[in-house]
């Protein structure tokens, strides 16, 4: 095993590659006392179907749809869209203000009938479904857009207001910044090399293993070196794949174990229903080259010491550059520890007895 440079707790400043970024850590301020704000958890008791829900099987919407009767995921057009087919938004040639018309569309994606079955309450054929699911979608929109994003932001924390476990897919006839910022770097990275940036990474940091969460044959998971939230987590395939629709079969089976043990893993850490903003990357749908590309996913939650203690991204985050206490190795380390069961199972295993 290969050990990381710069493990320490004096103050340092980490590299991002994929966007070109530092982020300052300073791991002492985890002594300090903490007097601030809290959140409440959130364990909650729903129900499998819930006759009020916009988004359960059967239910009226509040455009006035009515969605089937469902049975797994389900997808339809997202009934207030960010991004319109036919958007008139108006363009800017002034430097000071520049404007130009953007075209898209947005999606809801429901990732099963049962109100209550977030993404680790899934069993491993549910979630492979939901992989399927996004690629599918990917391919589909891919036909008439460059970009599609497939996101969740789970929590009332993340400013999810609908508790129907969910997702979104957002297409766009143009690339957004992030997108555009790791395919620059990307595209950099493989110039001077030679190399795909993140096969390289992904393979480094099994090497290592210090900040790895979960990993399969296909499917590697860390807390990445550059990690700016505390828990931030990067999924990654071990091979070069460009996009969601390119998973063979086996990758999508050990995809969905994988998405099982990660996010398992997060409810179990604080034993609440840990809530994040995940979403895939992966090449652009335009005629390019893309080899330079690898698909992978990003995880920013941000609780911090507790189920009530969160990270807030304010001050010098805001107004220098990304800062973070606790080390990429140790929330790592937290998180490899998690058991595999789900502590809502073993609760109920612990009530039943």
Known sequence: MTETPLITDAPHRR?????????????????????????????????????ACYLCAGNARNSGATNPNYKGPYV??????????????GTSDDPLFRAENVRGTARVMCFSERHN????????????????????????LGEDWNWVAV????????????PHPHGQ???SDFIPNEVAAEDRHQADWMARTGRNMLVDYATAESERADRIVAENDDWIVVVPWWAVWPFETLLLPRAHVLRLPDLSDTQRDSLAAILKRLTTAYDNLFQTEFPYTMGWHGAPLTDEDHSHWQLHAHFYPPLL?????????????????????????????????????????????????
């Open 76 to 89: 339809f057009d997202n009934d207030f869209p960010a991004l319109m087919v036919d958007g008139e938004g």
């Open 15 to 51: 590299f991002n590659p994929l966007k070109g970024e530092w982020v300052l850590v300073s791991p002492h301020r985890n002594k300090r006392p903490w007097q601030g704000k809290t959140e409440e958890p959130t364990v909650s008791d729903l129900p499998v179907h819930d006759p």
């Open 117 to 140: 079955a977030t993404l680790p309450e899934l069993s491993a054929p549910e979630l492979r479904k939901v992989v399927d699911f996004w690629a599918a979608q990917v391919s589909h």
């Open 151 to 162: 996101f969740e932001n789970k929590g009332a924390v993340m400013g999810c207001s609908q």
């Open 305 to 353: 010491r507790s189920a009530t203690v969160r990270k807030f991204m304010v001050g010098y985050e805001m107004l220098a550059e990304a800062q973070r206490d606790l080390t990429a190795e140790s929330a790592a380390q937290r998180l490899r520890g998690q058991p595999d069961e789900h502590f809502k199972t073993t609760l109920a295993k612990g009530a039943a007895e």
């Open 169 to 171: 897919i957002w297409a």
